[in-house]
């Protein structure tokens, strides 16, 4: 088939390349030349496990090809996804204007049918917002369908190739026929497609992130907790995820989710609720949750210290709200970076992927960067291990504790056993043990 992907940001650069991968003829638009420009020589902007060598072999072969020209990229389309941001406002709310925007820009410019997907992750109701954008624009036939992204940052290449489900929203029995027709290769192994109305699938989406999102909050209520009476959220998590009914996946305790889907989608999710009406206090109290686990690691360095901050020296591994990622948008790294400088102390830090991010869009020179991970503690009062790479999780300690001023690991992900950080004459805080 031929596609048409509007946008190279995260989830249109992945969905782009998967399609062509199965051996569709993908165009990807953007606004950004410079994007587009490296994307042509093969330079990907972000970092996925996987994704830079479909890309390239894509490329190669002729299946996928990255434009800014909207008329070169509707000249044959069947199917157009639309992929383009949608930030929260002050209030919450997910923008949808840029979503629009390339609805109309798709319009102006289609030659026939085509289908319109909505990729983005998008409030009820923005399908009926774009199918009045294109109607002002265009009189050719065409449909709009809701197709929202289940990708997992650092595993989206295998996400998306071998999804465990995919979700479509849609009042057309042919667009219907072509959507099942484009995702047949992903699901041969029997997962299955879902169809359903275009409000339910819309929906979906904010559901599935709000409920994972809960999970995170709840195992680190439940870890404080632990934290108060002497438990250990470890085995209780264990406990817990043997029963069928829970599962065991999304109840690691920590510092708290970040990322570009969960604090939006939960907010998103929240403001859809009240323009309608109805108070989400879960959700409400979910937000309140991880935004003081946030502050958790903060506060452990601070009472360990007595609150005597000023002029110490704290070297943090791993900046990404998540490994195998170089994303840090809402990453737990910046807010136990600010108040760690606020309070006096200086930082240097370690991330095998998110440290040009950090220079250029998060932290800046606020903070220092280490080369290695054994480098950034070079002097340092103490480790704070803040994202969870595999690389962090079996150093030298007798190499580590040379290198401190003093021998103290604070873990806010629960990667060290205590037992064997106290018999190597650590002293060791983790989270819920």
């Given at each position: 088939m031929r596609i048409t992907v509007i946008g190279t940001g995260y989830v249109g650069l992945v969905a782009g390349t998967c399609f062509a991968e199965s051996g569709n003829t993908v165009t990807c638009v953007d606004i950004d030349?410079?994007?587009?420009?490296?994307?042509?020589?093969g330079i990907v902007p972000i970092y996925e496990p996987g994704l830079e060598e479909l890309l390239k072999r894509n490329m190669r072969d002729g299946r996928l090809r990255f434009t800014m020209d909207y008329e070169e990229a509707m000249e044959q389309a069947q199917i157009v996804f639309i992929a383009v941001g949608t930030p929260p406002g002050d209030d919450g709310a997910a923008d949808v204007r840029y979503v629009l925007e390339a609805a109309r820009s798709v319009g102006r410019h289609m030659k026939g049918y085509v289908v319109v997907v909505d990729k983005s992750t998008v409030p009820v109701g923005t399908a009926t917002k774009v199918k009045a954008a294109l109607q002002e624009v265009t009189d050719f036939e065409f449909d709009v369908v809701s197709n929202p992204e289940f990708l997992k940052e650092g595993a989206a290449i295998d996400d998306f190739l071998r999804p465990n489900r995919v979700v479509i929203g849609s009042d057309s029995a042919r667009?219907?026929?072509?959507?099942?027709?484009?995702?047949?290769?992903?699901?041969?192994?029997?997962?299955?497609?879902?169809?359903?109305?275009?409000?339910?699938?819309?929906?979906?989406?904010?559901?599935?992130?709000?409920?994972?999102?809960?999970?995170?909050?709840?195992?680190?209520?439940?870890?404080?907790?632990?934290?108060?009476?002497?438990?250990?959220?470890?085995?209780?998590?264990?406990g817990i995820g043997s029963d069928e009914r829970i599962g065991s996946r999304f109840l690691f305790s920590g510092v708290g989710y970040g990322g570009s889907c969960f604090p939006k989608d939960v907010k998103a999710i929240i403001k859809t609720s009240d323009d309608n009406g109805y108070d989400f206090k879960i959700l409400?109290?979910?937000?309140?949750?991880n935004e003081r686990q946030k502050k958790l690691l903060f506060e452990m360095i601070s009472s360990h210290f007595d609150g005597g901050l000023q002029g110490k020296h704290f070297a943090i591994w791993g900046l990404a709200f998540k490994p195998n990622t170089d994303d840090m948008r809402e990453a737990p790294s910046i807010t136990l970076s600010d108040l760690l400088i606020e309070a006096g102390a200086t930082v240097v830090a370690h991330d095998p992927e998110a440290m040009d991010e950090s220079r250029k869009h998060y932290l800046g020179d606020r903070?220092?960067?280490?080369?290695?991970?054994?480098?950034?503690?070079?002097?340092?009062?103490?480790?704070?291990?803040?994202?969870?790479?595999?690389?962090?999780?079996?150093?030298?300690?007798?190499?580590?504790?040379?290198?401190?001023?003093?021998?103290?690991?604070?873990?806010?992900?629960?990667?060290?056993?205590?037992?064997?950080?106290?018999?190597?004459?650590?002293?060791?805080?983790?989270?819920?043990?």
């Open positions: 030349a410079d994007k587009i420009e490296n994307l042509n020589r667009a219907a026929g072509m959507m099942d027709e484009l995702y047949e290769p992903f699901v041969r192994t029997g997962n299955p497609i879902i169809h359903m109305d275009i409000a339910s699938a819309e929906l979906t989406k904010y559901a599935a992130n709000a409920m994972l999102a809960t999970r995170i909050s709840f195992m680190n209520e439940i870890a404080n907790v632990c934290q108060s009476v002497g438990a250990n959220v470890d085995a209780v998590r264990r409400k109290a979910v937000e309140d949750v903070i220092q960067y280490a080369e290695t991970p054994m480098e950034a503690l070079d002097g340092a009062d103490a480790l704070v291990i803040v994202t969870e790479w595999n690389e962090f999780r079996r150093p030298d300690f007798d190499a580590v504790k040379a290198k401190l001023r003093q021998p103290l690991i604070f873990d806010g992900r629960n990667i060290y056993r205590r037992k064997t950080l106290e018999e190597a004459g650590f002293k060791y805080w983790g989270v819920g043990r």
